[in-house]
């Protein structure tokens, strides 16, 4: 008797578990909107403002936009000052400006760039990023502002013999960590190793310790060849053509204002004027120059 009595003790706080934690888990999954309120106001604690408010209030709140970068000449890079330059970073001052807020730059990992945003360490990235399926769905993008492709960086003096993306199979490559280089080279099934930037990866080629290296081509044109601190470099074959864009975190409504302030910039030609600093004018879209 005393079995039977335990056992229907025990059956009884079995079921009183289960209909508590079923209406436990109905409270949660039956009300969406209550469930992204407790969500956004985790993130408001740690300094996001108001619940419900948008990424664009958020930034004005606290009067900074961040933007994650690399070193990357022609589009980020510092002067002998110090300060960040280049054509995304000149752009992203004037957008700033434009908000009303100051401009603050941060130097990421390349491959933890949607972990930096959405973790807010930064707000936005904003690095000639090319616009690839994976950054697309992982980020709110901005419309595509510069063409650009990927292109093979060797030896000026063995350039001749690679010149087709077929002449370069047997070469190893240096490239950036999570890039849409990498990208290339794994589709390709092209030996390479990995690096931090796309300037260490010249660094391997200038070395001798990769026979190659992939990049952007804008960052090429600024980079190797005559006139630059590879002049032993140059670029050859080209693997593809490419956009880059803005990214944001996903849902931001960052991106449409962003969108909004590239119209008004090539209209009134700043856009154009910046870019021709840099020399990169002919990547732009929408000029007609």
Do not use: H
């Amino acid at each position: 008797m005393k079995k039977k009595i335990l056992a229907l003790l025990l059956s009884m706080a079995l079921c009183f578990s289960m209909v508590a934690c079923g209406s436990k888990d109905g409270e949660t999954n039956g009300n969406d909107d209550t469930s992204a309120q407790k969500t956004q106001g985790s993130a408001d604690e740690s300094g996001s403002g108001e619940s419900g408010e948008s990424d664009l209030a958020y930034v004005q709140d606290k009067g900074t936009l961040i933007i994650a970068i690399t070193d990357f000449e022609p589009m980020d890079y510092k002067d002998d000052s110090g300060e960040w330059i280049g054509f995304d970073a000149d752009m992203a001052k004037a957008f700033a400006k434009s908000l009303g807020v100051e401009v603050e730059f941060v130097e990421i990992e390349w491959d933890n760039k949607v972990m930096e945003l959405d973790a807010k360490s930064v707000d936005c990235v904003w690095n000639g990023m090319t616009l690839t399926d994976e950054v697309t769905s992982a980020m709110e993008c901005s419309r595509a502002y510069c063409n650009n492709a990927q292109v093979a960086i060797v030896k000026a003096d063995v350039a001749d013999k690679y010149q087709t993306v077929e002449s370069l199979k047997d070469l190893n490559f240096a490239v950036e960590v999570g890039s849409a280089g990498e990208s290339v080279l794994s589709e390709l099934d092209y030996n390479f190793t990995s690096v931090k930037t796309q300037a260490d990866a010249l660094m391997e080629v200038a070395a001798g310790t990769s026979d190659a290296a992939v990049i952007d081509s804008l960052m090429a044109a600024a980079m190797v060849g005559e006139g630059t601190s590879y002049e032993n470099l140059t670029y050859t074959a080209s693997f593809n053509a490419e956009e880059y864009g803005v990214g944001f975190r996903k849902g931001s409504d960052l991106a449409e204002k962003l969108n909004a302030f590239f119209t008004e910039s090539i209209t009134d030609g700043s856009m154009l004027e910046t870019a021709k600093k840099y020399g990169v004018q002919a990547a732009v879209i929408g000029n007609d120059e």
